[in-house]
């Protein structure tokens, strides 16, 4: 490439780097070029004697193919000192960049010998540095404090997804397998969009809905959120965020007699459960909106928005009314009768 470049020595890869979307939008100039991390990488120069580290980002520099001429070297770590200091050697005219985001010389992460070696390197890139900029004021402050002078700039994030503020939040608390319907998550999924947040509290197995094509396409829908099987303490949290549960179940005749003990545990938080029309489901009315078309699921769904701030202290109050010694009355009764009833 002909003609004069700016170099930005990336971290990490794009994809991860923390301020990849300011790096992105620099590289939709054509003569803004991204270095990616190289095969010795930063972390390693802050750990080998200095001459090893310079000899090292020599060796690097000398490898890069012609890019044309470099004006600026863009850095984001102090780390990347070395491999800067060769890049500038073989492009005198080149200007040095320095973004910095973070307090590189305080990380936890890091030993007290190699915290050293990271301020060090940071005084020296921030002292050589044509144009710095930082992300917060407090670096502002820190850099002016040493008589610099850099420049603010925020971070973009116009990539990060930004859905409808105030979405219809739904949660399935169970099993994620066999008795699933699938094609009804994908459905709703897809009608309501950016309307619908779906928290799928639970185990999912996988081999159980291999080759099934609906299945795989919930796992890439964004608005199913899958937080896996947690603890009742969490899970009950979750409902707590949501407006309704909902029974995801598959109609066939293996679930059909089924009562998910989830329609109990979202009634304890104020919440209706939306069900398909299985027969088991009409058990509890109190607490259940029967289903029976893709119109009546979506219908309930919308109903509910906003019920997370408004639970229904009514259906709370029934649900925390089924304790175990009312609900098991029958039980000791017949205990009773054998001679056996008895209370530790």
Not at 42 to 50: D, I, N, Q, V
Not at 177 to 200: F, I, M, P, S
Request: net charge neutral; hydrophobic share 45%.
């Amino acid at each position: 490439m002909d003609g004069p470049v700016c170099l930005l020595l990336l971290p990490a890869p794009l994809e991860s780097f923390i301020l990849r979307e300011t790096a992105a939008d620099l590289l939709r100039a054509p003569r803004v070029l991204a270095l990616e991390p190289p095969r010795v990488p930063y972390g390693a120069f802050g750990r080998m004697p200095e001459p090893l580290a310079h000899a090292f980002a020599s060796a690097q520099a000398r490898r890069l193919k012609k890019i044309g001429d470099v004006r600026a070297v863009v850095v984001f770590h102090p780390l990347q000192a070395y491999l800067a200091e060769a890049l500038l050697a073989r492009w005198p005219r080149a200007e040095l960049w320095y973004s910095r985001w973070d307090r590189y010389e305080e990380a936890q992460d890091a030993t007290p010998r190699l915290r050293a070696r990271i301020a060090a390197l940071h005084e020296t890139v921030a002292e050589r540095s044509s144009y710095t900029w930082v992300v917060s004021e407090p670096l502002v402050e820190l850099e002016s404090a040493r008589g610099r002078a850099p420049h603010l700039v925020v971070p973009p994030h116009d990539t990060f997804p930004a859905p409808e503020p105030a979405p219809i939040v739904a949660v399935s608390l169970g099993r994620l397998g066999y008795r699933t319907d699938w094609r009804l998550l994908r459905e709703l999924a897809l009608r309501l969009g950016n309307d619908l947040v779906l928290l799928l509290v639970g185990e999912r197995f996988d081999t159980e809905g291999a080759g099934d094509p609906d299945f795989e396409a919930c796992t890439r829908l964004p608005n199913l959120v899958w937080l896996g099987r947690l603890p009742d303490e969490a899970a009950a949290r979750m409902i707590a965020v949501a407006d309704v549960g909902i029974v995801p179940f598959a109609r066939q005749p293996f679930n059909d007699a089924a009562l998910p003990q989830r329609i109990i545990k979202y009634a304890r938080l104020g919440r209706r459960t939306l069900a398909p029309d299985l027969t088991g489901m009409r058990t509890l009315p109190e607490a259940v909106t029967v289903c029976a078309s893709l119109e009546d699921w979506e219908r309930g769904l919308r109903a509910a928005r906003g019920r997370r701030l408004e639970p229904d202290l009514a259906l709370r109050e029934w649900a925390l009314a089924q304790t175990a010694e009312r609900q098991n009355a029958a039980l000791w009764e017949r205990l009773e009768r054998l001679g056996v009833a008895e209370f530790a």
